[in-house]
């Protein structure tokens, strides 16, 4: 799940100053699951976007709607429910969603109304934690289902360093080692030998290093 959380209102205010009408835009995809940019978000974000600006002096009008996705262009054309209403959107979606709005309306000012932060997943009631790098070359087969990638400070491949005491990280004691949990899991589930195995050097280049990736199926192509 992406992980995202909204931008400092005085951030938003800033990028629709100019601004009359705004369309305040939701996601009910992984957004909504995190509480950044759901139906909730929206409405608490026009409010704020609508008291900011008359803290300056200014009145704008605000449009709340969401999609079912913003990072599908099937979802797209729902937007022109609301055509001749705004004169700007602030999307509350991903920063994919944002993108794929602003490349299929090309004439349209879109903003982004959250900071996407990580791949993660809900470790408790508010709580989302990295889980994931999206590097395009997964190794979890090889360290028992959990991601050095992501879960590592130095994302090291072939165990820990020397900074680990007691299981915990040299960056920051509430942050596990991985690896620490990468080898006790290994054994736990009667694979340790696992840890002998020497990962080879890595291709970064899936991981974005060479440029924007596309995935292409061919079976699933017109």
């Known amino acids: ?17 100019d601004a009359e009408k705004i369309l305040v ?23 704020l976007i609508r008291l900011g600006m008359q803290k300056q002096g200014k009145k704008v009008e605000t449009v709340e709607g969401s999609l079912v996705r913003q ?19 602030v999307s509350m979606a991903c ?7 602003a490349n299929l309306r090309p004439t349209v000012k879109v903003y ?17 934690t990295e889980q994931c790098a999206g590097c ?15 879960r590592c400070a130095k994302s090291l491949m072939n165990g820990p360093c020397g900074g680990s005491v007691n299981g915990r990280c040299e960056i920051h004691q509430d942050v596990e080692c991985i690896w620490q949990s990468i080898h ?3 054994g736990r589930i009667g694979n340790a030998d696992a840890m002998h195995t020497i990962a080879p050097i890595r291709d970064w ?10 995935v292409l199926r061919d079976d699933l192509t017109v």
């Open 136 to 150: 395009g070359n997964c190794v979890l087969h090889l360290t028992g289902g959990l991601c050095p990638v992501a």
């Open 1 to 17: 799940m992406i992980i995202a959380e909204r931008k400092p209102i005085n951030e938003i205010l800033g990028m629709v100053r």
């Open 71 to 89: 990072c599908d262009k099937e979802y797209i054309d729902e937007i022109d429910q609301w055509t001749g209403q705004y004169d700007a959107i």
């Open 95 to 101: 920063g994919v969603g944002v993108n794929f709005i």
């Open 205 to 214: 280049s899936t991981a974005g290093h060479g440029g924007p990736r596309k």
């Open 112 to 128: 982004p109304g959250v900071n996407t932060s990580f791949l993660g997943g809900s470790a408790d009631q508010g709580v989302w």
């Open 184 to 186: 006790d899991r290994l």
């Open 25 to 47: 835009l939701g996601c009910r995809g992984c957004v909504t699951v995190c509480s950044a940019g759901g139906d909730r978000e929206v409405e608490i974000l026009a409010s």
